[in-house]
T-cell receptor, first 115, second 118 residues
Framework: AQSVTQLGSHVSVSEGALVLLRCNYS??????LFWYVQYPNQGLQLLLK??????LVKGINGFEAEFKKSETSFHLTKPSAHMSDAAEYFC?????????????FGKGITLSVRP | NAGVMQNPRHLVRRRGQEARLRCSPV?????VYWYRQLPEEGLKFMVY????????ESGMPKERFSAEFPKEGPSILRIQQVVRGDSAAYFC????????????????FGQGTRLTVV
């Protein structure tokens, strides 16, 4: 079985500051890792994904994440926060078991951006 | 090019009533997943369906909940005799048929149905 840990439930940064959202995973087989963003009363939008290719993954809106197997981590970063980045962010893990690619999500982190 | 469509967006039911949530996947997608999001929690997997088949229902409550994905029409998540604890956001996601030796690596999510039980 796999699991995801997102430490802390809320992160607050100033506009223009570095964004760092942490994600650690547990998986007995090589994982696929994802970051999703959810705006209020909306569905989930995929930011980026790791699927065993390059360990540094670039996504939309200037976000990127690095897969570190030794640390079982997949932290999300953005060099400069924008007000529009305020949302909830979910890290998720999936393993390939035939066609079933169900996702296991972390509890999410709410990102606030101060002017 | 419509994405995953869920309806209704908001649903209010009294305790004991039935709730029916609909999900139309991305055109051409034959795999549907249902997730539930409780307040202050992440999404929890409920069930995975392919056309006319339930493949994995390990996350479904044992009673009152059922899901289907018929040959024609949307996928339906049905909750009978709803209770206050069923109040949550229910999300549907769809993905295409995986290629041989290539997994589904992206699921497209709908905007969810927010169920409130009063």
């Amino acid at each position: 079985a796999q699991s995801v840990t997102q430490l802390g439930s809320h992160v607050s940064v100033s506009e223009g500051a570095l964004v760092l959202l942490r994600c650690n995973y547990s998986s007995s087989v090589p994982p696929y890792l994802f970051w999703y963003v959810q705006y209020p009363n909306q569905g989930l939008q995929l930011l980026l994904k790791y699927t065993s290719a390059a360990t540094l993954v670039k996504g939309i809106n200037g976000f990127e994440a690095e897969f570190k197997k030794s640390e079982t981590s997949f932290h999300l970063t953005k060099p400069s926060a924008h007000m529009s980045d305020a949302a909830e962010y979910f890290c998720a893990v999936s393993v390939f078991t035939g066609a079933n690619s169900k996702l296991t999500f972390g509890k999410g982190i709410t990102l606030s951006v101060r002017p | 090019n419509a994405g995953v469509m869920q309806n209704p967006r908001h649903l209010v039911r009294r305790r004991g009533q039935e709730a029916r949530l609909r999900c139309s996947p991305v055109k051409g997608h034959s795999h549907v997943y249902w997730y539930r999001q409780l307040p202050e929690e992440g999404l929890k997997f409920m069930v995975y369906l392919q056309k006319e088949n339930i493949i994995d229902e390990s996350g479904m409550p044992k009673e009152r909940f059922s899901a289907e994905f018929p040959k024609e029409g949307p996928s339906i998540l049905r909750i009978q005799q709803v209770v206050r604890g069923d109040s949550a956001a229910y999300f549907c996601a769809s993905s295409p048929e995986p290629g041989q030796r290539r997994p589904n690596t992206e699921a497209f999510f709908g905007q969810g149905t927010r169920l409130t039980v009063v």
